[in-house]
């Protein structure tokens, strides 16, 4: 039931959603898996729509470098709070009826069903490929729905894994090459890219829409290219 805070906070997209939509956002819960340059914008714009409850989850500490595009961290964070807690003090103060879980600390095999235990969408916000496929193997182990976004420079990809219904990560992904060392990219493409993300998770918890489902959206900012690749 949605309170008269509610319904006045989020009037301008009960227009798009309805009460129904907004009360299954205000029921949901999803983990966000890395809150560095996309999982900043993708839980900012979670805790905004009214999604009840929002798992962070990193291992990291925010660092200088991270400023151009890691909006959820300021200077007073680096070298000292963890992202996730980082992240849970600006967005409790910025929607209070949201509830924000953390967990800092790396998943893996021995950790990944207790962490993730609840959990009705993930949005894997990550940089790496190791972790990824660890996502994917829950997600499809678990039947939950895996939104996978990555940015690099000013190219960035978008697609939603439903298990039993599209291709999973691993098999989107089948030969793919980690890279070492740092990579270029710009803030705004993270915000462009996380932005999308976000709206995934939307169109999957209220049914708005059309998700990306066995689609791989692919991004160029610098050209203002938007391909959408069929994974059939």
């Given amino acids: 039931m949605l309170s008269e805070k509610e319904l006045e906070r989020y009037d301008r997209q009960i227009m798009i959603l309805g009460k129904e939509g907004q009360e299954k956002l205000k029921n949901s819960k999803v983990a966000v898996v890395g809150v560095g340059g996309l999982g900043s914008p993708v839980a900012y714009y979670l805790a905004a729509a009214g999604i009840g409850t929002i798992l962070l989850i990193d291992e990291q500490t925010p660092e200088l470098s991270n400023l151009n595009r890691q909006i959820l961290h300021w200077e007073e964070d680096l070298e000292k709070n963890p992202k996730p807690l980082s992240a849970k003090w600006k967005l409790e103060r910025f929607n209070s009826e949201v509830r924000i879980e953390t967990f800092v600390g790396r998943l893996d095999e021995s950790n990944i069903d207790d962490v993730l235990a609840g959990v009705d969408i993930i949005v894997d916000c990550l940089d790496n490929f190791e972790t990824r496929f660890l996502l994917d193997d829950y997600s499809q182990r678990k039947r939950v729905p895996l939104v996978h976004g990555a940015v ?13 219904i599209t291709k ?65």
Avoid at 196 to 209: A, F
Avoid at 210 to 216: D, F, I
Wanted: glycine fraction near 12%.
């Fill in 152 to 164: 690099e420079g000013t190219f960035g990809q978008v697609t939603t894994v439903v298990p039993g």
């Fill in 168 to 232: 999973s990560l691993r098999e989107i992904f089948p030969n793919i090459k980690e890279k070492s060392g740092k990579f270029p990219i710009l803030g705004a493409t993270a915000g462009v890219i996380g932005s999308i993300q976000t709206m995934e998770v939307i169109k999957l918890l209220t049914g708005i829409g059309e998700p990306l489902l066995n689609k791989l959206l692919l991004v160029d900012l610098a050209f203002n290219t938007f391909d959408v690749v069929d994974l059939r």
